[in-house]
């Protein structure tokens, strides 16, 4: 029998690890309940808060105080936009872009923030 008669070696196909998946955050400290995960876990909600906070203060200054803009400004009540009275153009209409954009931006830095914390656990676990 050659070498030609014999079967051919079996083909393998050979893979890495999977590129999409992201690896989880070891998080034994935390899940340990140790003081170093606590502290890690209320600095996280601390932000959190802070952010919140934030976000509040800036629609209570923006949205929360046009009632007083328009009560304090009398003549605005008498001004007219496309045949729309202002202050119902700008409650009825124009506000709500505004709380979309603030939606918007409170999510994508909320989302920055537990990134931010991933990787502070992650550091700390290597």
């Known amino acids: 029998m050659s070498a030609q008669d014999a079967d051919p070696p079996r083909r393998v196909r ?28 209320d600095s996280l909600l601390r932000e ?22 328009f009560h304090l400004a009398p003549g605005l009540d008498e001004t007219r936009v496309l045949g729309l009275p202002l202050v119902w153009l700008v409650l009825g209409v124009l506000v709500y872009p505004w709380l979309v954009f603030l939606g918007w931006r409170y999510v994508r830095r ?17």
């Open 48 to 69: 959190q808060l802070l952010l919140a906070g934030r976000v509040l203060v800036v629609l209570a200054l923006t949205v929360g105080s046009l009632p007083l803009v």
């Open 110 to 126: 909320a989302e920055r923030n537990e990134r931010d914390f991933a990787e502070l656990v992650e550091e700390r676990e290597r």
């Open 14 to 41: 050979v893979t890495g690890p999977d590129r999409r998946a992201r690896p989880r955050p070891r998080t034994g400290d935390i899940d340990e309940q140790t003081s170093l995960g606590g502290v890690y876990l």
